[in-house]
């Protein structure tokens, strides 16, 4: 079936640190891959996505890659903020099988930025 | 447009009370999701309906759980009798076709005392 694994959490640094947090995922055929971020108090939303792999997703200062060769999506960030600090989601999407129309996520990883 | 919106907000009850969470999705959209949130155990999707069509409940806990979209723009969770190891956040999230993000509401905060 469908898994996605994320770094172990929680994540601090100190505010303009490069951020990485690595997301591996297990799946048949051609999944998609997503990251949402949950702030406090808050519901998840989505930040990126990439739809086939080598396409990389970027927003708000965020960059993944889809690399198959790895099955890996991780998320960077060249110089954090405070107002980075949330909670980050790896999901994927993948039509085939028991898992159609649904997303799997992986464990979230909690990010604290300190001035 | 406002968005996933979600009913209440915050909910305290006593253990063996009937609870009642309210969503309405976002106009147009086909999909809707219930999933709980814990420390313990993460984000876990409840169940998820198709054009108001129950698709996979495989994730409701137990009977007391029960799921119903009555139309497209309103879909219920009721847990009764609620216990204690009900206390979670509660999110609703739709979409507006298969593969395509979900959005998700604000969230209810549930307390079972």
């Known amino acids: 079936g469908n898994s996605v694994t994320q770094m172990e959490g929680p994540v601090t640094l100190s505010e303009e640190a490069f951020l990485t947090i690595n997301c591996t995922y297990t799946?048949?055929?051609?999944?998609?891959l997503f990251w949402y971020v949950q702030y406090p108090g808050e519901g998840l939303q989505l930040l990126l996505k990439?739809?086939?792999?080598?396409d990389k997703g970027s927003n708000k200062g965020f960059e993944a890659t889809y690399r198959k060769e790895t099955t890996s999506f991780h998320l960077e960030k060249g110089s954090v903020q405070v107002s980075d600090s949330a909670v980050y989601f790896c999901?994927?999407?993948?039509?085939?099988?028991?898992?159609?129309?649904?997303?799997?996520f992986g464990q979230g990883t909690i990010l604290t930025v300190h001035p | 447009d406002a968005g996933v919106i979600q009913s209440p907000r915050h909910e305290v009850t006593e253990m063996g009370q009937e609870v009642t969470l309210r969503c309405k999705p976002i106009?147009?959209?086909?999909?809707l999701f219930w999933y709980r949130q814990t420390m313990m155990r993460g984000l876990e999707l409840l169940i998820y309906?198709?054009?108001?069509?129950?698709?996979?409940d495989s994730g409701m806990p137990e009977d007391r759980f029960s799921a119903k979209m009555p139309n497209a723009s309103f879909s219920t969770l009721k847990i009764q009798p609620s216990e204690p190891r009900d206390s979670a956040v509660y999110f609703c999230?739709?979409?507006?076709?298969?593969?395509?993000?979900?959005?998700f509401g604000p969230g209810t905060r549930l307390l079972v005392l």
């Open positions: 990439a739809t086939k792999a080598d």
């Open positions: 106009s147009g959209h086909n999909s």
């Open positions: 999901a994927l999407y993948n039509a085939g099988g028991t898992s159609y129309g649904k997303l799997t």
């Open positions: 799946a048949t055929g051609y999944p998609s």
């Open positions: 309906f198709n054009n108001n069509v129950p698709i996979d």
């Open positions: 999230a739709s979409r507006y076709r298969v593969g395509e993000t979900q959005y």
